[in-house]
């Protein structure tokens, strides 16, 4: 799956992990943004001599398992541990995992582990549904082992700026789009949680053919807007429809969606 909306409340933790629970059998149709970022992070892991291979790997955020099933692959004689919110997509994980992996229910912020635990800490786009990203850095530098490693993804302020500014327009005053800490925001708390940590960022930009098609994925993959202020009801098709005339197009009809990606490592 994680810093809510950083200048607004977020829905209660069982709230997210109920939303990506029921878009559990939907997510991983829809994770091209979670793919690419999670194969930029696992290309960065060391691989090659025997003792530079992780014995003791946590997938923390694993969602549907799909980079748990990655790594396990990838290392084939780890230990490994995969961690989600989400009861519903450790279901869905359990089910399709291709070998024994200790799965656990758990809260980022609070990881039931002992310090030390583990060579690899592995986190994919988990990071901004979390209140308290500073938490969870601490969590992640305890659970580590000496000369372990930490990757870690989040999206930035910006992302999905185009859908932000659409809605803007058909429903003004009232948001349809997740917030996302700023760059200097996430830096900060990387840097004075986990000294040395590398920050990188980039705009990823994932092509529509219509605002609807975006719509879809965000629904598919669990990521509707979260703030406590979201209506209850079904928004006007009225609304809807004066969105998909104010999102910008292509001449050629599509759409494009912005995100500000951006990757966390750092060696222990």
Not at 76 to 85: E, H, K, M, Q
Not at 214 to 228: F, N, P, Q, S, T
Request: with cysteine.
């Amino acid at each position: 799956m994680t810093a809510l909306p950083a200048s607004g409340a977020s829905a209660p933790k069982h709230e997210i992990a109920r939303d990506f629970g029921a878009a559990s059998d939907t997510y991983e149709s829809a994770s091209r943004l979670q793919r690419l970022m999670g194969k930029a992070m696992l290309e960065r892991l060391p691989v090659g001599r025997p003792d530079a291979k992780p014995l003791r790997i946590l997938d923390l955020g694993c969602g549907t398992g799909y980079f748990t099933r990655q790594l396990a692959r990838r290392y084939p004689d780890a230990r490994i541990s995969a961690v989600d919110l989400s009861p519903g997509m450790l279901q869905y994980a359990r089910t399709r995992a291709d070998r024994k992996v200790h799965w656990a229910q758990a809260d980022a912020e609070r990881l039931p582990f002992a310090d030390g635990t583990f060579d690899v800490v592995f986190s994919n786009l988990m990071l901004q549904w979390c209140d308290r990203p500073d938490q969870v850095f601490d969590e992640c530098r305890r659970v580590l082992a000496r000369g372990g490693m930490l990757q870690c993804s989040t999206l930035l302020d910006g992302s999905l700026h185009e859908l932000a500014q659409a809605w803007e327009k058909a429903d003004p005053g009232r948001r349809h789009v997740n917030r996302f800490e700023t760059r200097a925001a996430v830096t900060g708390h990387a840097c004075a949680r986990l000294p040395g940590a590398a920050v990188n960022t980039e705009t990823v930009v994932l092509g529509y053919d219509s605002p609807l098609e975006l719509i879809r994925e965000l629904k598919h993959l669990g990521a509707v807007y979260k703030g406590d202020d979201r209506r209850r009801t079904m928004t006007a098709p009225g609304r809807v429809r004066a969105m998909l005339e104010h999102y910008p197009r292509a001449p050629s009809g599509k759409v494009v969606a912005s995100y500000g990606a951006c990757w966390i490592s750092y060696g222990h």
